[in-house]
């Protein structure tokens, strides 16, 4: 119960598909979403592959609260092999993509192989088909899914990739309702690689829980009690770009290529600014806080700016203009590219052309080059082409490694780890690199009551958070949802039937966590990949609260220790045999 | 009645999985009995919501008389004869017939609908 | 813009016997309630005010005399930089209070 108990499998190189039972042991073991696309992927793909090969694999996943009316249960997880990092990679969307999956009747759908020319699939409850796309090759995203929709019907559900995807570009992410993205780390160039423009779902089966009166019990006690709360509700009032003002109170708004923490321009950028061009509210499937918001700008209209856009693509490229920042992340959306990396690499691109060490014609606050930079990643046109290739590549070819803001390839998202220090390990140590979705100690430190200028305690607190999120977005709960572990077990319980307790719901964090480790282990990956760039060690900032203090390498390097020997990881990051024997992980 | 205010609704579907939930002890939008259909086009997004408003049509043309209006329609569905005719007439589309053909509609959850109850943006209401 | 002299003033800050309104030193603020914080601004009120307060409180006190429960203030913000809850109000301060913030 609460699985749909099958998971559909489709081979591109012979545009074929069969469905298998879901494997019912790793659905205990690991729930759903995250875990269970992980333990799907890892268990059928060898780790040195490259990750354009057809031997890669995209695991789309969803949960045991997938299609109820549980709050924030929207969300499809995705895993491959990362283009970007070389690591795992894991993603999630919102929209209705997910449930949608659910309710043609599988748990997941798990794409192999490649097509000999540019397709799409259709999965239309039981019928599964694959098409010719020449007609949709070439266009963007939102051209592609609304005529999908148009072709199909109005009802079917569409996550696609735009034209960055069908160039390989390592940046490019799915879309799916236009503005919904499974962003980082390259799977819409994964996507590229197999030559699928875009998933099409309709399912019409119903989703069953085992005890219907307990399950809406339980849901509309943790509606009120949990999530329609002070704590939350900040997603609806204003959503992600609530954070812009935050950061920079903190100190940690990423500006000018992380040269500062605090932005002269944040006013015209904050939750205010956006909430001034809002059209409307926007929800995922099922979700009460609703944090997406539509809004209309000059000629642009997006549901967004999230923060991370407004950060890594406003403040970041020293972009005070709203207007503008629309309509980079509009082009983005279009385009099939993830607003981080893009922004990131604009800006370091920007640093590069003012301290003169290679001419991309654009200096931070330049707004003309600024919005033709996505256009050019995307068809890999001009210094389009170099950037296209990340921040790692640039800093490799043209110099800048000291300030190139990256931990494994994968740029760094909206928040500066020297006004918080254990953010520092968060991206040091995430399963993907640079990433602030495996433990957001910021909470704690910039905006909570912890100092955030010392390592003291900080091992532990990012363990406690990576354990959490893996768990959470493996019976997929959004992010958003600050829920207790314990209402998350009642959730788990009410789901699935049996008795899950906090404890165990800690314990699967755990193993899904040692799970993505052990594979970028096999892939390579050891204790000299878990750090950061130069300038977070050798470089103070110049303004706020962090202004003029040294984050001291050789405290990083003892917290990562700890962070090893809390986690029973051997002095290289490697889990140990015990460690893995106590996890039931092979 | 049953109220739809679309410049509220943020096109979560709650409504539609409590409905489905409280008649059928399922989830599933599409056998629930209102409708909510988010719209995007490259230039606006709108939220269209299809909810019974008693109007009686579907007593009207019932051959039958299966269908009474009290508050909200009312089916009794021994009489029913499975003939659809209440489905493709209701002018919001929102009568399904089950598996047998016979018509399941909107009866205001008996003056509490399940649908309002669990909107979160109160955009659905119930209003006496 | 709109202003508004908050109620609560008056009883957090007692006059002292033979003192006139206008003799009390006070200094207003100007808060931005942000997110959900802002439905202890009064009805219709949007998110800024203006608090008037006795000399010497501080940032804690007028969290306080707005009447929000204190875990649902993650910090508070003082002319842009986030400051101490301890932190002394000055006239002419803005005060910007944070709910508790997740994910990103």
């Given at each position: 119960m609460g699985y749909a108990g099958k998971v559909l499998f489709i081979d591109l190189t012979s545009g074929t598909h069969r469905t298998e039972e879901l494997n019912r042991t790793w659905a205990q073991l690991y729930f759903g979403g995250k875990g269970l696309g992980v333990k799907y992927f890892v268990s059928m793909t060898a780790p040195s592959i490259d990750a354009l090969s057809p031997e890669n694999r995209v695991v789309l996943m969803t949960g045991p609260?997938?299609?109820?009316?549980?709050?924030?249960?929207g969300r499809l997880s995705v895993t491959t092999k990362s283009p970007a990092s070389g690591t795992i990679l894991e993603c999630g969307v919102g929209g209705t993509v997910g449930p949608e999956i659910k309710f043609a009747g599988y748990d997941g759908i798990i794409i192999e192989g490649r097509a000999n020319d540019p397709v799409y699939a259709v999965v239309d409850d039981d019928k599964v088909s694959v098409h010719p796309a020449g007609d949709l090759w070439g266009r963007g995203c939102h051209d592609t899914e609304l005529m999908l929709k148009d072709r199909l019907g109005e009802e079917f559900r569409v996550i696609s990739i735009g034209q960055a995807g069908e160039n390989l570009v390592p940046m490019a992410c799915l879309t799916s309702e236009l503005y919904r993205q499974a962003g980082r780390g390259g799977v819409g160039a994964v996507f590229g690689s197999k030559r699928l423009k875009a998933l099409c779902i309709r399912g019409r089966k119903p989703v069953r829980v085992p005890d219907m009166t307990e399950f809406m019990k339980v849901v509309g006690e943790l509606m009120r009690e949990?999530?329609?709360t002070d704590t939350n509700l900040w997603a609806r009032t204003d959503?992600?770009?609530?954070l812009v003002e935050a950061s920079n109170s903190a100190g940690i708004l990423p500006t000018k290529n992380f040269q500062d923490g605090v932005f002269e321009g944040f006013k015209t950028i904050n939750s205010e600014s956006v909430r001034s061009v809002r059209q409307r509210k926007n929800a995922c499937f099922a979700c009460t806080l609703a944090c997406g918001n539509y809004v209309r700008s000059g000629g642009a209209v997006v549901e967004g700016p999230e923060y991370e856009t407004l950060a890594l693509a406003g403040s970041n490229c020293g972009i005070s203009d709203l207007d503008a920042v629309i309509r980079f992340n509009a082009a983005c959306d279009d385009l099939g590219l993830d607003t981080i990396s893009t922004g990131n690499v604009v800006a370091f691109a920007m640093e590069l052309t003012e301290r003169g060490i290679h001419d991309f014609g654009m200096r931070f606050g330049d707004i003309r080059p600024y919005l033709e930079v996505p256009g050019l990643i995307a068809r890999r046109e001009g210094i389009g082409s170099d950037l296209a290739q990340g921040v790692r590549y640039v800093a490799e070819k043209y110099g800048g490694r000291n300030f190139a803001m990256e931990v494994k390839g994968l740029e760094i998202p909206g928040y500066e780890p020297r006004g918080a220090w254990g953010m520092g390990l968060a991206y040091a140590t995430s399963d993907r690199g640079a990433c602030h979705m495996r433990a957001w100690p910021v909470a704690d430190e910039a905006y909570g009551t912890l100092d955030p200028f010392t390592t003291e305690g900080k091992a532990a607190l990012v363990i406690g958070g990576q354990h959490y999120n893996a768990i959470k977005f493996s019976l997929i709960v959004c992010d958003f949802w600050a829920i207790s572990m314990e209402n998350m077990a009642r959730l788990a319980s009410a789901a699935t039937g049996r008795h899950v307790t906090s404890e165990e719901l800690e314990r699967a964090g755990e193993r899904i966590y040692n799970t993505t480790r052990l594979f970028n282990v096999r892939a390579g990956f050891r204790r000299a990949a878990d750090t950061l760039p130069d300038r977070i060690f050798k470089e103070t900032l110049k303004t706020g609260r962090a202004a003029g203090r040294t984050y001291p390498k050789e405290e990083f390097e003892r917290m990562l220790s700890e962070y090893y020997a809390l986690r029973g990881w051997d002095e290289e990051g490697v889990p140990t045999p015990t460690k893995l024997e106590e996890l039931e992980i092979s | 009645m049953l109220k739809f205010y679309g410049d509220k609704?943020?096109?979560?579907?709650a409504c539609q999985l409590a409905c489905s939930a409280e008649k059928l002890g399922v989830f599933s939008p599409r056998l629930s009995l209102l409708k909510v259909s988010v719209r995007f086009s490259k230039t606006d997004r709108s939220v269209l919501g299809f909810v019974c408003n008693a109007c009686g049509r579907c007593a009207d043309v019932c051959p039958v008389e299966a269908i009474v209006m009290r508050c909200g329609p009312k089916i009794d569905s021994d009489l029913c004869t499975s003939c659809g005719l209440c489905a493709e007439e209701c002018p919001q589309g929102i009568i399904l017939q089950d598996e047998e053909g016979k018509a399941r509609i909107c009866d205001f959850c008996g003056g509490s609908p399940a649908c309002a109850g669990w909107?979160?943006?109160?955009?659905?209401r119930w209003e006496v | 813009m709109e202003y508004y002299q908050h109620e609560m003033f008056h009883r957090n800050a007692p006059m002292e016997h033979g003192q006139s309104v206008s003799e009390i030193p006070s200094c207003g603020v100007m808060v931005v309630l942000h997110g959900s914080l802002e439905r202890y601004a009064p009805p219709g009120q949007g998110r800024r005010m203006i608090v008037h307060l006795p000399r010497g409180r501080t940032m804690a006190d007028l969290i306080d005399i707005i009447g929000i429960p204190r875990q649902y203030v993650s910090f508070g913000a003082v002319n842009g930089v986030r400051r101490e809850m301890n932190q002394e109000l000055k006239d002419g301060d803005e005060v910007a209070l944070f709910t508790p913030l997740s994910g990103g």
């Open positions: 609260l997938a299609g109820t009316i549980a709050p924030c249960s949990d999530c329609l959503g992600t770009p609530l | 609704c943020f096109g979560c579907q909107c979160p943006a109160e955009a659905l | -």
